[in-house]
């Protein structure tokens, strides 16, 4: 079993307790040895942290200039549960602004880091410090490159292209995702893992180009000798706000034999007049919705029910134990669509807005294979 060990901080201002119950509750479901330990200082905090396979630091304000510094371990995760200016790098992950919570993003990072890890990190567009996408490669379930599984379908793999969500706000990111990843990659599948810069600290036209050209930048990945990719077979999948930004890439030509909303939010007019995620809409569109569907291009073209149709193959899945709105508005999506001419597939089962991005739930089975179907 792998140890991933947890770092608190000097001065971190939550309840102990809390957060080792947070870290107990990871560790198990992950199959996990680990352990929390608690610094008095910020030199006994590089001396916890120099031994191991995976540590997760929770700094606090006293040791948050560490935050980058090659420490020793392989894996080094950075959670800080204020929202704080984010620290990029390569080679860690800074996850800041989730509060305690922020935790168990942290731990399963480090875990996903360890046994599940990108084939390569492609930099797009600028090249910013949220430009960027992951490549998985097909694996076996021990997490192993498998050659056979490409071979014995073709040269060439097909590939699921994730968006993640987060209500377009910067603290959540492409870690979302990777549990994701790991499960596509072991059925078989390339996974373009993407990161873009979110609206609420680049404005909505930086958002919008990014994932349309990171969307893109697929085309021009190299995998390595021993795997090509299909790009007759991809699928664009976004969940929650990302649900959103995929269709509508979708809508404006990014390259998809199928697009998929996880529990999308697919009717941003309404979105924003019933107050979605606090307000999240038209934080991230500039401003609120202008009144008149037939003249608000904004919002016209940014809404996926708006944009109907697609004019691609699309899966709606959605879970009967989310957020009514968004239930609602998958169902008035898919009617839509289907209405007018587009291929729509509508998969309501018992899930919440989470369980659709978790790889042990009977919604997810359901969606994994209904993807590779479609890409077969």
Known sequence: MTEIS??????????????????SREFTALAVRGAVVHARDVAHLRDLVRDGDAAVVVPGPQARSLIGQPL????????????????AGDGFRHIQGRGVAGLAWGIR??????????????PYGGGLADQWAELYLPTTRAGTVSSSVSSAVSSAVPVVALVHGGYYRSIWEADLMEALCADLAGRGLAVWNLEYRRPDRHGWAATVADV?????????????????????????????????????????????????????????????????????????LGRAFAGDDATDELYASASPLHRAPIGVPQLIVQGTGDDLDLIDFSRRHAAAAQAAGDDVTYLEMAGNHFDVILPGTPIWQATAQAIADALA
């Open 109 to 122: 990072h480090a875990f996903h880091r360890l046994h599940h890890p990108p084939a390569l990190r492609v």
């Open 212 to 284: 349309a050209a990171g969307l893109a930048a697929i085309e021009s990945a190299d995998p390595g000798s021993d795997h090509s990719l299909d790009l007759d077979r991809i699928a664009v999948v976004g969940h929650s706000a990302g649900g959103q930004l995929a269709l509508r890439a979708v809508a404006d030509g990014a390259r998809a034999r199928l697009a998929v909303s996880l529990a999308g939010a697919l009717d941003l007019v309404q979105g924003d007049r019933r107050g979605l995620g606090a307000g999240a809409v038209a934080v991230a």
């Open 6 to 23: 947890v770092v608190v901080g000097p001065g971190v201002p939550a309840d102990a307790a809390l957060l080792e119950e947070i870290a």
């Open 72 to 87: 020793g371990p392989e894996v080094m995760t950075w959670v800080d549960i204020e929202r704080v200016e984010k620290i």
